[in-house]
């Protein structure tokens, strides 16, 4: 790796980003196979493999002396499908040196992974595919709610998951995303504020009666509903809820409107979010 290469999966980002200007979505194919020439060992191809066993992968060409993305095309959110296609163009970038057998990574892999490198591949395709001050602009100070997170990402060509993932990081409130499979929770991901307040969900954990996730025939509108203290945590939470019939998952968005927000200047002291982490090892 060249010394002038950044040495951050969130350098890598930023630097494609300027380089390739702001078009949304961004197409993470042409800037894998263009970008990596640059390189003795680039991306030759990036393909489909319907592998049951991962969503994505990154492997190695001995042969010919390169790389190749893997997708799976089963996955039916194409957003999710740029999105792991990012996550693997991460991974080339930052790690393939590391581990030069390459990655296969599972749908636990692809968003909320508690390993080191699943989290900065994640990072690096974030920031790639949302970079932040667009993301801001478009959010502003409006309400987040199903429609605004719904434009986001179709705006990105990623996952609901994702673009509330997003939110998390850009936003002053106190917010929690919660991912739950078959009535438990799978993980959790806070915002600054959250973690600062101490609000955690727990790996394994029901979900709670009363709440949206956990009734899938209880109706409400693209804001989702007003919950008492006492259902999410002890404080009152609005849950948007998000339901993806195809990964037997449910995705709440609890949003802590009465807990005020981090003062400005927040995203200088950051209170680094490792609860998610805790939660995977179980």
Known sequence: MARTDPTTPRAWANTLVRMWGPRFPVDVRQIALEYSTRFADPVLTITEAPVPSFEGALAPLRKRGGWVIL?????RSAGRINYTLGHEWGHYLCHRHQVPG??????????????????????FASYLLMPLDDYRDQV?????????????????????????LKWLESTSLCAAVVVATNG????????????????????????????????????????????APGVWWSRP??????????????????????????????????????????????
């Open 184 to 227: 438990f929770v799978l993980w959790c991901r806070r915002s600054a504020g959250a973690a600062q307040a101490g609000i955690f969900f727990a790996r394994g954990m029901e979900l709670p009666q009363g709440s949206l996730a956990a009734d899938g025939n209880r109706r409400a509108s693209a804001d989702g509903l007003d919950l």
């Open 237 to 282: 939470v609005r849950e948007v809820a998000i339901f993806a019939d195809n990964y037997e998952m449910t995705i709440s968005l609890l949003i802590f409107e009465d807990h005020g927000v981090l003062p400005d200047g927040w995203e200088d002291e950051i209170v680094e979010d490792t609860f998610d982490r805790f939660s995977m090892r179980g």
């Open 71 to 75: 997708y799976n095309p089963d996955i």
């Open 140 to 164: 502003g100070n409006e309400r987040m709610n199903l429609d605004l997170l719904k434009h986001c990402a179709d705006r990105y060509d990623v996952s609901l998951t994702a673009a509330a």
């Open 102 to 123: 390459g990655f296969e990574c599972g749908e636990s892999d692809v968003l909320g992974g508690s390993r080191e490198q699943e989290r900065e591949a994640d990072q």
